[in-house]
């Protein structure tokens, strides 16, 4: 039983998994793809950036020639169709359809190049809409998603199941960990598509002093927040399990989304009160995982406490967005 073993005493070293290996990265050039492509070169890795300009993963047949003819060691899986919650609302059928095939033609190219290991990245949103805090890796398919992103998570979770699948049948390996919510640098510039913490930062930065902080919903929802540079840390460990694992990669840290927008206006050392729009979604009440998973298979824990990186991210956006 894997959860038995000694715990790691320290997190893996990503240049001995990846020193001299061949590694495609898809979704390169977006906020996760970037921050795994940067640890794969001081690793000492080979990267193989595949953008959206370069590859339309959406091409089943161009996927897999280029797969083919890129023979990759390792393929870490970051592209994704995807947005905060207002983006997953008003596009339940790209965030489902799109997701679904981007996940099963990037596994399904990554096995036939003859790659010796796939690494996806998963989300936290897989889990059941109402389940126990912190969520446990066994608790996972104990209900459906969230329904405002559910297409979305869905398709996390066909790619769950295929990466056990194509372990059973070929004894690939293949996984796709549950990231929480990533924040950070490198962040979406779109606010048509931002994640929380990316919609207030750049609000933030672009009001009058004093003025008020305009937060949707109540408050009340609560998330866990992931650092860029952790999560792609984190994801990339994964290749030093004997095997692939159902496994969650957060921080374990909860925080109300009222108490996360005042984290935002101190970072941004901005003084004006928070807005509540509750016309706006609140989405899943609750999401924080579980840790003991990854620091007893794994060594690993985040690293970045939330008001450091919330800073940087603070500090990025400003040099990203100039005031208008
Ligand atoms: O990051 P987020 O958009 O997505 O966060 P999810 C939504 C939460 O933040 C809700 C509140 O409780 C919102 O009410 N919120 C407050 C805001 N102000 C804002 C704002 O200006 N913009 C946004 N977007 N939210 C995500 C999936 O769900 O979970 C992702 O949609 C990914 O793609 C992630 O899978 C793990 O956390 O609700």
Request: with cysteine.
């Given at each position: 039983m894997q959860l038995e073993r000694p715990a790691p005493s320290a997190p893996p070293v990503l240049a001995d998994l990846y020193g001299g290996q061949r590694v495609v990265v898809t979704g390169a050039r977006g906020f996760l793809g970037r921050a795994v492509c940067a640890q794969l070169d001081r690793a000492g890795a080979t990267v193989l950036p595949l953008g959206r300009a370069e590859l339309d993963l959406l091409d089943r047949s161009a996927v897999k020639a280029r797969l083919r003819a890129l023979r990759p060691e390792v393929v870490v899986h970051c592209a994704v169709d995807g947005g905060g919650l207002g983006w997953m609302r008003d596009h339940p059928v790209e965030s489902g359809l799109n997701n679904v095939l981007i996940n099963v033609h990037v596994l399904e190219g990554a096995h036939e190049a003859g790659a010796r290991a796939f690494l996806g990245a998963g989300s936290a949103c897989a889990y059941p809409r109402i389940c126990p805090v912190p969520f446990v890796e066994d608790d996972l398919w104990q209900g459906y998603p969230e329904p405002t992103n559910g297409p979305y998570a869905q398709s996390k979770r066909v790619l769950l199941d295929l990466c056990r699948a194509y372990h059973a049948q070929h004894g690939f390996f293949a996984m796709t960990p549950l990231l929480a919510n990533l924040y950070g640098p490198g962040d979406h510039l779109d606010p048509g598509r931002a994640h929380v913490v990316a919609a207030l930062l750049q609000r933030v930065i672009r009001l009058p002093a004093g003025a008020p902080l305009e937060v949707w919903g109540t408050g009340t929802p609560t998330r866990e927040l992931l650092y860029i540079d952790d999560a792609a840390e984190g994801l990339l460990s994964?290749?030093?399990?004997?095997e692939p694992a159902v496994l969650n990669l957060g921080t374990g840290m909860e925080h109300s989304i009222a108490a996360l927008a005042q984290a935002v206006l101190d970072a941004a050392d901005h003084s004006g009160a928070l807005v509540f729009d509750p016309t706006k979604p609140d989405g899943q009440p609750r999401k924080c995982l579980s840790t003991a998973r990854a620091e007893a298979l794994l060594g690993w824990r985040a690293r970045t406490p939330l008001a450091e990186g919330l800073r940087a991210a603070v500090t990025w956006y400003r040099a990203a967005e100039p005031p208008r």
């Open positions: 994964c290749l030093a399990l004997s």
